[in-house]
């Protein structure tokens, strides 16, 4: 799949957004791996300023993320996720980070689960960490 993504102004505090608009290009793909019983998917992306607060920093940012799905027994699943960024308005700075899911099906299509993760490098670039735990709920939509 090919496409563009934006953003848009929603942050009523300047702390919490960049204040910027933003668009650019994506490419995602999809892929099951039969002999791991498991679902391959990649996204690549760049977003770049397109209008916004003139006072705040431009924004020049590559993402790109590689994660597999794997649907187990008894109504659980795991995922693995690696998410690589540069921001090129930091001079190019980058970041890696790697996060791990553990979920389970509860009540229809309903899930839960946890998803703890860790900064590889580059803890100071926008949108890294040095950790990070997600706990929440999903709603399944059934297969087409």
Not at 40 to 65: E, K, M, N, Y
């Amino acid at each position: 799949m090919i496409g563009t993504g934006s953003s848009f102004l929603t942050a009523s505090k300047k702390l919490l957004g960049s204040e910027k608009y933003t668009v650019g290009p994506f490419i995602a793909i999809g892929r099951f791996l039969p002999r791991l019983e498991s679902f391959l998917f990649g996204v690549f992306q760049h977003q770049v300023s397109a209008g916004g607060d003139p006072s705040r920093s431009d924004i020049s940012f590559t993402q790109a993320s590689v994660q597999i799905n794997t649907i187990w027994p008894e109504r659980w699943w795991t995922t693995v996720q690696g998410v690589w960024q540069a921001n090129w308005e930091q001079k190019a700075k980058t970041s890696m980070a790697l996060e791990v899911e553990l979920g389970r099906n509860v009540v229809g299509r309903w899930g839960v689960y946890m998803r703890p993760g860790v900064g590889i490098w580059g803890t100071d670039v926008g949108g890294a960490y040095d950790w990070n735990v997600e706990v929440g709920t999903r709603l399944m939509f059934k297969s087409f």
